[in-house]
């Protein structure tokens, strides 16, 4: 399946779009293994919207979704 | 509220002085904003922008807790410093600040850690200002307010990118939002002035709204925000 993925802040650097800016999947498969595809750190894959719903590492994908994945940021002082 | 920041009604000369405050809050939650007291944990690049707009929002009473001086460093984005305040406390700055924008609003500043604040500090609190720049700091913060029973407003900057949550008393989200105690994006992505300055913005939108108890939700959320493309997401969390 294509999915449409948004790596947001320093895990755009994981991006794996093709020409097209799409990612590509095995049909049936969950963020978890999308971000394990991707090579993002898991421990750090806390806030994750599929379609403008709220996700998780479980969430089921399915072909065309769009997904965002953003990393806590730290810093304020 | 747990606290009453100001002892005597607020004069009309004192609303006049606010009336373009009481379109946004309604009148009852101007004088819930002159009534309450906040504490804001770290003075910098979060923390200035927060104390100057809630003493402009009419606070009655701010603690300020940080243990730092200025550095050179700090210039870029904190409000309180500037070129003639490089070594001086940053609580000193905050007291001057906001005795030169609302001198009716009380302040208290603690030139300390936060682990080493009064158990008062929290209990007389009705909100807290998560302006810290660690994980542990953060998480340390977030325990003493949930055994206190204080909303915490929490935001984090990284480069174009920041975060904003409101974390309500009993809630566990920044344990949740953070994995661990490990060094941040904001080191390679840097803290630059106009990210603070909008986390900060968020950040006392929200404190405002929780004081005046305007559109309040029961469901923990973060906001996002991407300022390189120009867009901000609300999720659950």
């Known amino acids: 399946m294509r999915l449409k993925v948004n790596l947001m802040s320093l895990f755009a650097k994981y991006s794996k779009e093709d020409s097209e800016g799409f990612t590509h999947l095995d049909h049936g498969r969950t963020i978890k293994a999308l971000a394990e595809h991707l090579g993002l750190p898991l421990e750090r894959v806390k806030i994750v919207t599929v379609n403008g719903q709220q996700g998780g590492l479980e969430t089921l994908l399915s072909d065309n ?13 | 509220m747990k606290s009453n920041g100001t002892t005597k009604s607020p004069q009309p000369e004192e609303l006049e002085r606010y009336r373009c405050n009481l379109g946004t809050v309604g009148l009852d939650g101007q004088r819930a904003l002159f009534s309450s007291h906040i504490v804001i944990v770290g003075l910098g690049g979060l923390g200035g ?37 490089i070594g001086v406390p940053k609580v000193d700055a905050a007291r001057q600040r906001v005795q030169q924008v609302r001198p009716e609003t009380g302040f208290l500043g603690i030139r300390r850690h936060h682990e080493a604040a009064d158990e008062e500090v929290w209990a007389e609190a009705d909100m807290v200002f998560d302006c810290l720049d660690s994980i542990a700091d953060r998480l340390s913060l977030a325990e003493m307010c949930l055994h206190a029973g204080c909303t915490l407003i929490h935001g984090a900057i990284a480069g174009w990118y920041g975060q904003v949550a409101v974390v309500r008393p009993g809630s566990h989200l920044l344990a949740r939002l953070y ?41 923990d959320r973060v906001t996002y925000f991407d300022l390189r493309d120009g867009l901000l997401w609300s999720v659950d969390a």
């Open chain 1, 65 to 77: 979704d769009l997904v965002y994945i953003f990393p806590p940021a730290i810093g304020g002082g």
């Open chain 2, 49 to 85: 922008h927060v104390l100057e707009q809630m003493t402009r929002a009419g606070v009655g009473y701010i603690t300020g807790i940080d243990p730092d001086v200025f550095e050179p460093s700090n210039l870029n984005r904190q409000l309180l410093s500037d070129v003639d305040s």
């Open chain 2, 179 to 219: 994995p661990d105690t490990g060094p941040g994006l904001e080191k390679e992505l840097g803290t630059p002035p106009f990210t603070a300055a909008l986390c900060a913005s968020l950040m006392v939108a929200e404190g405002v709204k929780a004081i005046c108890a305007i559109q309040q939700k029961d469901q």
